[in-house]
Structures are given as C-alpha cells and as structure tokens.
C-alpha cells in the first residue's frame, strides 16, 4: 500500500498519450498480420487508428519503428526466449524430448505466423530491424554454453552449431508455415529434433 500511495498519479496526458500509442500499436499489428510490411505504409496505420501522420512519428520514427514495437507489445522475444530456457532446464534432452520441444516450437511459430511474414520482409529492407534481430540473436547464442551441452567442447563450436540449427529451423518454417510449402508435420519434427538431437550430443 505504500508504494501505491507514495507513487505520483498518472495525468491525463500521459494517459492518453499511453492510449494513443497502444492504438497505434494495435492498427499497426492488424496492418502488419493482414499485409505483411512491404506492402503496408504509414498511411494504412494512422488511417487504421483514426490518427493522423504527425501522431504516428511523435511516437515512432519509422514504419520499422512500429514494428518492433509491435514485437515488444505481443512479447514474441520472451515467448521465444522462454521456449529456449525450457530446454536449458532438460537434462540431456531425449529424442522424445526434442521432439515435444520442436512441436511447441511450432505451435508458437504459428501463433504469430503473420507477424513472422512481416518481419521477414522487414529484415530484407530495414537494416534497423536486421540490427534489432541480430542482437536478439547474439543474445539468444549467448545461452547455448550455459545449457550445459558439451560442456568440455569449444563454446564457440557450440554456438556456431547452435545458429546452425536456428537457421535451419527457422527456415524450414518460413517456407513450411508461411510460404506454404507442403510438409507433414510429424515428419518434420522428427528430421528436425533428430538434427537437433546430432548437434547437442557430440561423438
């Protein structure tokens, strides 16, 4: 109670300018989901939100702007990095576990499967959303050591064995859950947790 009441109340302004920004967030998302990013534009926001041009970039500064923060606002980093603190926790992980692993890999890959086409696009065009997904990535390489994986190997070797398998499992979904090429699913995640299962237990 005391924090509470010892924090200084929110004004009006700042509650609208939150309010303004989540609705500009909120049109981006749909614009995005709906259209990938190439073909949407600034415009299609603001339109989207009943907002007008000057609004959007006294909250963004670019189209790339509002989709990473469409990124923070669906939490699809922490989603992600959950997913990989969860096989951290396995103890050396079966090939059944990898493939439970791999299924709910791909249950979250297509829960936000329109926003994986977009920032696939953006990453092709917007070198501020390349930057913000190679940090992510550095980061997310940064675990592979402390997963215990080969524990007497070279971490660099893990970690260039662990952006291996990020390419190829990403890749394999793009094209499978976005583009549309027709694969089973059962064997896909067998091929891909049997791979997988190849790069986390060493010979």
């Not at 923070?72 to 090939?95: F, K, N, Q, V």
């Amino acid at each position: 109670m005391g924090n509470v009441a010892n924090s200084p109340p929110r004004s009006l302004r700042e509650a609208r300018k939150e309010l303004t920004r989540e609705a500009l967030l909120g049109a981006a998302q749909a614009a995005f989901e709906s259209d990938g990013f190439v073909k949407v534009t600034v415009d299609d926001i603001v339109q989207r939100a009943g907002a007008g041009r000057g609004t959007f970039y006294l909250y963004f500064e670019s189209k790339a702007g509002a989709l990473l923060g469409v990124i923070e606002r669906i939490g699809l980093r922490e989603h992600y990095r959950a997913l990989l603190i969860r096989l951290a926790t396995m103890e050396d992980p079966s090939l059944t576990d990898l493939e439970a692993w791999i299924g709910d890999y791909i249950d979250l890959y297509l829960s936000h499967r329109s926003i994986h086409r977009a920032l696939q696009e953006a990453r092709a065009v917007e070198p501020q959303v390349t930057d913000d997904v190679v940090a992510s990535l550095v980061e997310q390489l940064s675990l592979w050591p402390l997963m215990g994986f080969a524990p007497d190997g070279d971490a660099e070797v893990m970690q260039i064995k662990a952006l291996t398998s990020f390419v190829m499992i990403e890749g394999v979904f793009y094209l499978w859950l976005v583009q549309g090429v027709p694969l089973d699913r059962s064997k896909v995640i067998r091929v891909l947790a049997e791979q997988f299962y190849t790069a986390i237990h060493p010979t």
